[in-house]
């Protein structure tokens, strides 16, 4: 298992999603979801790896550790999204 060492630093990574935007899809929508438990950029990394892979996501604009919150635009189901990143070990509400 691996462990962090920088519990009191701040990361914020952006990972745009590699999806094509189809003419006939919806508008995106920005949504906020306040993470629990991220403690380095290993963990936002992770995050925003997940995230990107869910349908519907064209782009996690923001996953930032300091104030534990993602910001994905898309649209994308958020149960799915709150699962991807609890399937990652940690918890994860709409914020």
Known sequence: M????NRGGSAIMTYPSHRGVGQNQR???????KIE???C??????VEKALS???GVTAVTRVSLESGEAQIEG???PEQ??????????GARLA
């Open 2 to 5: 691996w462990h962090c060492r």
């Open 27 to 33: 508008r995106n929508a920005m949504i906020r979801i």
């Open 37 to 39: 438990g991220m403690t």
């Open 41 to 46: 950029g290993h963990c936002t990394g992770a």
């Open 53 to 55: 892979k869910v349908p």
């Open 75 to 77: 649209d994308a189901a």
């Open 81 to 90: 999204l709150i699962a991807a990143i609890e399937e990652e070990g940690f």
